[in-house]
């Protein structure tokens, strides 16, 4: 197995099937797409948020802080409805959507 098609492994941000591919929308705004039946949305949310800050995930504060991870991985992972769930999580405001899509929002000014 080549090193791009290794799973990025932390203990905090657990096991990825995939490093995050953050990518800009607009001034402030990133984007990640994940298939959720293969990553849990609360190992993505601190992977990407690594990526962005350039921080290692166990560096960052714990995402329990800002919210229940497993009740963040069952919300948008179970559901059959799309949903949408925001919370502020390390200077970034977080929106996960059932259909994979994470959105980070950094406030006005305060670009990565």
């Known amino acids: 197995m080549n090193r791009e098609n290794t799973p990025a492994e932390n203990p905090v941000a657990g096991t990825l099937s995939t490093a995050p591919n953050v990518k800009p929308c607009d001034e402030g705004r990133y984007r990640v797409e994940c298939d959720f039946a ?7 949310v601190v992977a ?3 990526t962005l800050t ?4 166990l560096e960052l504060d714990p995402l329990y802080q800002a919210i229940d991870p497993d009740a963040l991985n069952q919300m948008v992972s179970a559901t059959r409805e799309e949903c949408q769930v925001s919370f502020e999580y390390a200077d970034f405001d977080v929106t996960v959507d059932s259909t994979g899509a994470i959105i980070f929002e950094q406030p006005t000014g305060e670009n990565v």
């Open 54 to 57: 350039q921080t290692d995930p």
């Open 48 to 50: 990407a948020i690594g």
């Open 38 to 44: 293969l990553d849990d949305p609360s190992h993505a």
